[in-house]
């Protein structure tokens, strides 16, 4: 079945580094490609999203770019900042439904 | 305008009682999801209405579970004779329609099964 595969943290980043995040996918078909965002204390928030292949998603200085080739949706931002910190999900939906498929997640912290 | 709201924000639950969980999506969205969110791990799909139809319900882990949402709107979640195993996070989420794309989430009922 579909799934999504993402890469394990928590990242621990000083302020203004570059993040990488990366996503990998399983799905027949063509999904369209997500990443919500989880602030600490706060519930899923859509970050960025892209529905077809090449596809550049970006949002909040964030971006994400649908590579079919290597079913990749690696999330990227130039410098992050101490309010970036949260747990960032990697999600696919698609099919007769469009339920979401979830990665497990990964813990960003950014350190001043 | 308001979001998709969940009550209560906590249950706790002695293992073998009922629970019900509610949740109000934003007004006039289609369609409706539950999932449900182990500590530490993604949230993973339990089922879905199209207005008051439940059009899919594989994701739910047994029948113990059940979810109804009569007029189209508000949905409840029914968790019956309670296991440790249930303790998760309950999530609710509405989008406007088919192939929307984007679902908005509730903060989420956290129930603790004892």
């Known amino acids: 079945g579909d799934s999504v595969t993402q890469m394990e943290g928590p990242v621990t980043l000083s302020e203004e580094a570059f993040l990488t995040i990366n996503c990998t996918y399983t799905?027949?078909?063509?999904?369209?490609l997500f990443w919500y965002v989880q602030y600490p204390g706060e519930g899923l928030q859509l970050l960025l999203k892209?529905?077809?292949?090449?596809d550049k998603g970006s949002n909040k200085g964030f971006e994400a770019t649908y590579r079919k080739e290597t079913t990749s949706f690696h999330l990227e931002k130039g410098s992050v900042q101490v309010s970036d910190s949260a747990v960032y999900f990697c999600?696919?939906?698609?099919?007769?439904?469009?339920?979401?498929?979830f990665g497990t997640g990964t813990r960003l912290q950014v350190f001043p | 305008g308001a979001g998709v709201s969940q009550s209560p924000r906590y249950k706790v639950a002695k293992r073998g009682q009922d629970v019900a969980l509610r949740c109000d999506p934003i007004?006039?969205?289609?369609?409706l999801f539950w999932y449900q969110q182990a500590l530490g791990q993604g949230p993973e799909f339990l089922t879905y209405f199209q207005n008051e139809a439940q059009l899919d319900k594989s994701g739910l882990p047994s029948d113990r579970f059940f979810a109804e949402r009569p007029e189209g709107s508000v949905s409840t979640l029914k968790i019956q004779r309670t296991q440790q195993e249930d303790s998760a996070v309950y999530l609710c989420?509405?989008?406007?329609?088919?192939?929307?794309?984007?679902?908005?989430f509730g903060p989420g009922t956290r129930l603790t099964v004892t």
């Open positions: 007004s006039g969205h289609v369609s």
């Open positions: 989420a509405s989008s406007v329609g088919r192939s929307s794309g984007v679902q908005y």
């Open positions: 799905a027949t078909g063509y999904p369209s």
């Open positions: 999600a696919l939906s698609g099919g007769n439904t469009d339920k979401l498929i």
């Open positions: 892209a529905t077809k292949a090449d």
